[in-house]
């Protein structure tokens, strides 16, 4: 049980003429209490209002608190006809010359496998080759060549079953027919030549693809300087063909059943290293001199 203590009149007279400024810190005055004193009705006031706001809030459902927090004002975006694209940061930094690989033109990557001294070659050899057979000049240009090459490529991505019909008038390409007319196509097609039969020996005539080796050794030559990967991919493939040559395949199952064989090495992105176009039976890779 703690003990009672009894106080007289003096004792509580004392207590009471207790003056503030006899402070236990010394050096400190009223001034510098000043701050403190303010301090309690601020934080007075921020606890009404918080209590304010809870108050609020207990009157309204859940999910119309939550919806008004998670609402977010409407943006728009303004449409700019100048676009500037940022490079990733990746690329701020200086990298050596050969290891930068610049985005190309196709007609740049197109010549970098087929150049612009193949084109000669084929205008030299089919002029040549026109003249002693029709005794008359064909005419044809490097120019003339590329042309040519260009419009070949066009008809296989367009596909259309017959190639007069490119230039029919309820199937006309404008792309094709307004750059060369029908009969100007077919007479380049028919006499193109890469190389002078008369200038062949009889030794490289027994490679069956001997009128067309130049173009084939300049794309193999390209492939050959392509940078090498350390896995690769080893694989048979077809080229669709159906002209009657020696050297033409069937194969069942294969999207391109008939076609021109030809054994490829390629990069795991399909980039083409090395290529070898099979003859037919008895041919063999191995039989080769040439270093892959």
């Avoid at 985005?103 to 002029?127: A, D, G, T």
């Avoid at 240009?141 to 991505?157: P, R």
């Avoid at 307004?178 to 006499?191: A, C, G, L, Q």
């Avoid at 030549?193 to 027994?206: F, M, R």
Wanted: aromatic share 10%.
């Amino acid at each position: 049980m703690a003990a009672q203590v009894h106080m007289t009149d003096s004792d509580i007279a004392r207590i009471l003429e207790f003056d503030g400024n006899d402070s236990t810190v010394e050096g400190l005055s009223d001034d510098d209490f000043e701050g403190s004193q303010d301090l309690e009705p601020r934080l007075e006031e921020l606890e009404d209002e918080g209590s304010n706001d809870d108050s609020s809030d207990d009157d309204v459902p859940l999910a119309a608190v939550a919806a008004r927090q998670t609402s977010s004002r409407r943006l728009y975006f303004k449409h700019e006809n100048d676009f500037t694209p940022y490079l990733p940061g990746m690329y701020c930094q200086p990298l050596a010359a050969s290891r930068v690989n610049l985005l190309q033109e196709p007609i740049e990557y197109f010549l970098r496998y087929i150049p612009e001294v193949m084109f000669e070659i084929i205008s030299n050899y089919s002029n040549q080759t026109y003249l002693l057979k029709k005794g008359q000049n064909l005419n044809t240009t490097k120019e003339e060549i590329k042309l040519f090459f260009g419009i070949s490529i066009a008809m296989s991505y367009l596909g259309l079953p017959r190639i007069r019909m490119y230039w029919a008038n309820r199937t006309r390409v404008a792309m094709i027919a307004d750059h060369m007319t029908r009969d100007r196509y077919f007479k380049i097609r028919t006499n193109l030549k890469l190389v002078n039969d008369l200038e062949v020996d009889e030794a490289s005539k027994q490679n069956k693809f001997w009128k067309v080796n130049p173009l084939i050794k300049t794309v193999r030559k390209a492939c050959l300087e392509t940078s090498r990967s350390q896995h690769i991919s080893v694989d048979e493939q077809m080229i669709p063909f159906w002209g009657q040559v020696s050297m033409r395949q069937f194969i069942r199952g294969k999207p391109n059943p008939c076609g021109l064989k030809n054994f490829v090495c390629t990069t795991p992105d399909g980039v083409l290293l090395y290529f070898f176009m099979y003859e037919g039976k008895g041919d063999t890779i191995l039989t080769t001199n040439e270093v892959i």
